[in-house]
């Protein structure tokens, strides 16, 4: 039986309203399913994308759980261990920020207010000039290792050559004017350590940055891009945004490193690693691989190298090249900036150049002594 409403359009049965329903049903739910997962012929919705907490939840949560258990954790800072780890982490990190905000800042500067064609006119087309002229170019930045690796980020994003972008990573913390005032207050005894410093460092650069030319490979290095800023908004807009991506990028890989350079030096007894001076070999060794873990900023490392009394000059040397090249801190922070990958192969090989230039250019300076 047809019913008519008051409009006087047909109404269907109820048996066959009841069919229509189920069909639309039956027909809705595979769409919904292909909706959800992206499939299907029509669906065009991308899949849901996972809750991933940014770096203020991640704070408010540790800070939450340090209230909630204040008590065993004042108890736990008073052991004389964890005193000495805390204090090692603290000092580097004090150490080491203001260099990086000031690496953030001309990161900033260069992304905001530097075209790109700047660098193109500036370096060199060649790979092989490009490279000695990018290294050169470090001297004048007055900034440690940990605020170079935004620089050198930003620098291949202008369009520079990866292989002098590093090159300019690698020198800036060894050759600036800042390093040598300090290397030459630290060794007044040893005058010469200040020219072999600045001929390993640039030897250090420029031969890691033509390796890499020629083995490098694009999928190795993948540097993360900072968040994009709209076009059309000011340049001072640009470059604060940039600071903030840049400082709450590296800012959480030199935590990183600081925490794990403090673990290590909390360990190893200080006897232990000033007692090996007998052996050149065994000191460049060690120095090289103290350099690496203990991640002083190269600011300050000139002082802790002096102090190794025991330690012959070239092992000093290699301990003054190695550190401003890599070591914990600037893994994580490379690593976080261009990709794992990237970093695994060229950590060890920056840290076998920095260990041979060293070695090399001391033994030129001071021979076997």
């Given at each position: 039986?047809?019913?008519?409403?008051?409009?006087?359009?047909?109404?269907?049965?109820?048996?066959?309203?009841?069919?229509?329903?189920?069909?639309?049903?039956?027909?809705?739910?595979?769409?919904?399913?292909?909706?959800?997962?992206?499939?299907?012929t029509?669906?065009?919705?991308?899949?849901a994308?996972r809750?991933?907490?940014?770096?203020?939840?991640?704070?408010?949560?540790?800070?939450?759980?340090?209230?909630?258990?204040?008590?065993?954790?004042?108890?736990?800072?008073?052991?004389?261990?964890?005193?000495?780890?805390?204090?090692?982490?603290?000092?580097?990190?004090?150490?080491?920020?203001?260099?990086?905000?000031?690496?953030?800042?001309?990161?900033?500067?260069?992304?905001?207010?530097?075209?790109?064609?700047?660098?193109?006119?500036?370096?060199?087309?060649?790979?092989a000039?490009?490279?000695?002229?990018?290294?050169?170019?470090?001297?004048?930045?007055?900034g440690?290792?940990?605020?170079?690796?935004?620089?050198?980020?930003?620098?291949?994003?202008?369009?520079?050559?990866?292989?002098?972008?590093?090159?300019?990573?690698?020198?800036?913390?060894?050759?600036?004017?800042?390093?040598?005032?300090?290397?030459?207050?630290?060794?007044?005894?040893?005058?010469?350590?200040?020219?072999?410093?600045?001929?390993?460092g640039?030897?250090?650069?420029?031969?890691?940055?033509?390796?890499w030319?020629?083995?490098?490979?694009?999928?190795?290095?993948?540097?993360?891009?900072?968040?994009?800023?709209?076009?059309?908004?000011?340049?001072?807009?640009?470059?604060?945004s940039?600071?903030?991506?840049?400082?709450?990028?590296?800012?959480?890989?030199?935590?990183?490193?600081?925490?794990?350079?403090?673990?290590?030096?909390?360990i190893?007894?200080?006897h232990?690693?000033?007692?090996?001076?007998?052996?050149?070999?065994?000191?460049?060794?060690?120095?090289?691989?103290?350099?690496?873990?203990?991640?002083l900023?190269?600011?300050?490392?000139?002082?802790?190298?002096?102090?190794?009394?025991?330690?012959?000059?070239?092992?000093?040397?290699?301990?003054?090249?190695?550190?401003?090249?890599v070591?914990?801190k600037?893994?994580?922070?490379?690593?976080?900036?261009?990709?794992?990958?990237?970093?695994?192969r060229?950590a060890?090989?920056?840290?076998?150049?920095?260990?041979?230039?060293?070695?090399?250019?001391?033994?030129?300076?001071?021979?076997?002594?």
């Open positions: 039986m047809t019913l008519r409403d008051t409009t006087g359009s047909a109404t269907a049965p109820d048996g066959a309203d009841h069919g229509r329903q189920a069909g639309t049903a039956a027909t809705l739910q595979p769409a919904r399913r292909a909706g959800r997962t992206g499939k299907g029509g669906g065009s919705l991308a899949p994308q809750y991933r907490p940014g770096s203020l939840e991640i704070f408010g949560a540790i800070l939450l759980l340090a209230i909630v258990f204040r008590g065993p954790l004042a108890s736990l800072v008073g052991n004389p261990v964890l005193q000495s780890w805390s204090t090692v982490c603290v000092a580097i990190c004090v150490q080491a920020t203001p260099f990086l905000v000031l690496g953030v800042v001309v990161s900033g500067a260069i992304a905001a207010f530097v075209p790109s064609s700047v660098f193109t006119r500036v370096l060199p087309g060649n790979a000039l490009a490279v000695p002229v990018a290294t050169v170019c470090g001297a004048a930045l007055p440690c290792e940990c605020g170079s690796v935004p620089i050198s980020n930003r620098l291949i994003q202008r369009g520079v050559r990866p292989s002098a972008s590093l090159a300019f990573m690698l020198s800036a913390p060894a050759v600036n004017p800042i390093v040598l005032i300090a290397t030459a207050v630290a060794f007044t005894s040893e005058p010469n350590m200040v020219w072999a410093r600045l001929i390993a640039l030897l250090t650069a420029v031969i890691v940055g033509w390796i030319e020629r083995i490098g490979r694009p999928e190795w290095m993948r540097p993360r891009m900072p968040a994009s800023v709209a076009n059309g908004q000011s340049g001072w807009r640009v470059f604060l940039t600071i903030l991506g840049d400082f709450t990028q590296a800012a959480g890989f030199l935590v990183l490193g600081a925490a794990a350079a403090a673990t290590f030096k909390t190893v007894p200080a232990i690693m000033e007692s090996i001076g007998s052996s050149l070999l065994l000191s460049v060794l060690l120095m090289a691989g103290l350099a690496f873990i203990l991640a900023c190269s600011e300050a490392d000139a002082f802790v190298a002096a102090a190794f009394s025991t330690i012959p000059v070239v092992g000093k040397l290699v301990f003054l090249t190695v550190g401003p090249a070591d914990v600037l893994f994580a922070m490379q690593a976080g900036v261009f990709g794992r990958r990237f970093a695994v060229f060890p090989l920056t840290f076998l150049v920095a260990v041979v230039v060293g070695t090399s250019v001391g033994l030129a300076f001071w021979g076997w002594q």
